[in-house]
C-alpha cells in the first residue's frame, strides 16, 4: 500500500473502520499499550492544568485514549473526535461519565469554533495518540492542533518514530512481521490496515524532524521523551504549548 496515497484518498480511515470490531482485542495483546498512554497522559502536566480542565483528544479511536486522559484527569471535560465511523460506534459503546463525548471530524476540518461549541471553551489541552503520522498534512494538522488551544494551552502526541534508529527500525519490523501482522490478519481477515501501519511508521518522521515540524507549527516548549520496554525508542511522547498571549 502507498502511505501517502492511502491517506490522502482515504483508505486508512476505511480500513480502521473494518478493523474497528476487533480493534480492541488487537491492542490487548500489546505489552503496555494502555500503559503508555498513560504515561503520555501523565506528560499532560495534569497538576498545570485548570481544576475542571477541557482537552481535546483527536484520533481518539474506540477511546483507549479518552480512557488513559480520563484515569489522568478525571475532573476533565473530554471532546473525543475521529474519522472512523466504526472506531466511533466501537467507543459510544462504552461507558462512560456525562464529561465525555464523541464526535466524527476530521482534524484538519476543525476550527476553535467547533472546539469551544462542544467544550464550553477553547481547549486547556489537545492529546493525539497515534493520530498525526495519519494525518495526509502533518503540518497542516499541527497548525489546526495549536490554534484549537487556548494560549499557554499543551499539546501532546503519543507517536511511533523509529527514522532516527537503526536498531528501533530492525525491532518494529521483526515485530510487524511476526506478530502485528498476522495477529491482525487473524483477528480481521485482512491484513492490508496492519501492513499500512508497519510501512507508515518506517516512512514517518524521526524523533528529531517531528520535533522540528512541531517548533514551526509555532509550538513552544517543545521536547520528546520515550516510552519504556521493547518500545524503547519506537513510542516516544511529544510535547509542546501554545505561546501566552498568542492569538
Not at 153 to 177: F, I, K, N, P
Not at 233 to 239: C, S
Amino acid at each position: 500500500m502507498d502511505t501517502t496515497r492511502a491517506k490522502q484518498d482515504g483508505e486508512v480511515t476505511e480500513g480502521f473502520d473494518l478493523a474497528a470490531a476487533v480493534y480492541d482485542r488487537l491492542v490487548a495483546g500489546s505489552p503496555g499499550y494502555h500503559a503508555h498512554l498513560r504515561i503520555s497522559a501523565r506528560r499532560l502536566d495534569p497538576g498545570a492544568l485548570s481544576p475542571e480542565p477541557r482537552i481535546l483528544d483527536l484520533g481518539c479511536g474506540t477511546g483507549a485514549s479518552t480512557a488513559a486522559l480520563l484515569d489522568t484527569v478525571p475532573s476533565a471535560r473530554i471532546v473525543g473526535a475521529d474519522a472512523s465511523a466504526g472506531m466511533l460506534d466501537a467507543a459510544r459503546a462504552k461507558s462512560w461519565p456525562d464529561t465525555v463525548s464523541f464526535h466524527r471530524a476530521r482534524v484538519e476540518d476543525l476550527t476553535p469554533e467547533w472546539a469551544a461549541e462542544r467544550l464550553g471553551g477553547p481547549a486547556d489541552a489537545v492529546f493525539g495518540a497515534y493520530l498525526i503520522r495519519n494525518c495526509p498534512d502533518p503540518d497542516r494538522a499541527l497548525a489546526v492542533m495549536r490554534d484549537l488551544l487556548r494560549p499557554g494551552g499543551r499539546l501532546v502526541l503519543h507517536e511511533y518514530s523509529v527514522a532516527d534508529s537503526a536498531a528501533a527500525r530492525t525491532v518494529w519490523t521483526a515485530v510487524c512481521r511476526a506478530v502485528i501482522i498476522p495477529a491482525g490478519r487473524a483477528l480481521s481477515g485482512d491484513d492490508a490496515l496492519f501492513r499500512y501501519l508497519w510501512r507508515s511508521v518506517l516512512e514517518f518522521d524521526g524523533r528529531r524532524a517531528l520535533l522540528a515540524r512541531m517548533r514551526r507549527a509555532g509550538l513552544v516548549s517543545v521536547a520528546s521523551a520515550p516510552m519504556p520496554g521493547w518500545q524503547y525508542g519506537i513510542t516516544h511522547t511529544f510535547a509542546g504549548a501554545r505561546p501566552e498571549g498568542a492569538r
